[in-house]
T-cell receptor, first 112, second 116 residues
Framework: DAKTTQPPSMDCAEGRAANLPCNHS???????VYWYRQIHSQGPQYIIH???NNETNEMASLIITEDRKSSTLILPHATLRDTAVYYC?????????????FGAGTTVTVRA | DGGITQSPKYLFRKEGQNVTLSCEQN?????MYWYRQDPGQGLRLIYY???????QKGDIAEGYSVSREKKESFPLTVTSAQKNPTAFYLC???????????????FGAGSRLTVL
């Protein structure tokens, strides 16, 4: 699997957009980018995923650069409940590849 | 509501004892997973199962064992061979690759094991 690099932490003001970067410079053509988040002492929660097009759902937007070597998760209007660890993961689209591990992620703190 | 149930939420054990963590899902997912999380760390894969009666080792399988006799159940046994078992254990499931090639995981709330 391609490795990802995320900043260890970032702060965000409540009500403002939070832009979370992820570098995946070794990504290959068949690898998806996934984002999950984990609120303290809970199980991780799926946010969004994409292959090469930008994606948006009710939680967030995912912007993937044209060369696919990096992506940005955007929380459009951060709230205190968005304080969590955010994980960026890439993994192959292979039908029989189920191994998926999570790095340390980015600890996002939303401040009032 | 569909989801994943892990039990117990908190568990204490003495050194040298085996302990089994339960994971049940009613999402009709084919694949199930066990992860370990240590304080301030990411999630490390212990075991995973793509289908009933089949499972594979993840990155840190030593000292752990699993079974997958039913589609909805994937219990994890932490054996006395696991040298540092105190951790937060997370179970997950997924439908599999599907037509889109995506494989989204749904997680349980976790079980926190403390060895005294």
């Amino acid at each position: 699997d391609a490795k990802t690099t995320q900043p260890p932490s970032m702060d965000c003001a409540e009500g403002r957009a939070a832009n979370l970067p992820c570098n995946h410079s070794t990504i290959s053509g068949n690898e998806y980018v996934y984002w999950y988040r984990q609120i303290h002492s809970q199980g991780p929660q799926y946010i969004i995923h994409g292959l090469k097009n930008n994606e948006t759902n009710e939680m967030a937007s995912l912007i993937i650069t044209e060369d696919r070597k990096s992506s940005t998760l955007i929380l459009p209007h951060a709230t205190l409940r968005d304080t969590a660890v955010y994980y960026c993961i890439v993994r192959p689209r292979a039908y029989n590849d189920y191994k998926l591990s999570f790095g340390a992620g980015t600890t996002v703190t939303v401040r009032a | 509501d569909g989801g994943i149930t892990q039990s117990p939420k908190y568990l204490f054990r003495k050194e040298g004892q085996n302990v089994t963590l339960s994971c049940e899902q009613n999402l009709n997912h084919d694949a199930m997973y066990w992860y370990r999380q240590d304080p301030g760390q990411g999630l490390r894969l212990i075991y995973y199962s793509q289908i009933v009666n089949d499972f594979q080792k993840g990155d840190i399988a030593e000292g752990y064992s699993v079974s997958r006799e039913k589609k909805e159940s994937f219990p994890l046994t932490v054996t006395s061979a696991q040298k540092n078992p105190t951790a937060f254990y997370l179970c997950a499931s997924s439908q599999g690759q599907g037509l889109t090639g995506a494989n989204v995981l749904t997680f349980g709330a976790g079980s926190r094991l403390t060895v005294l």
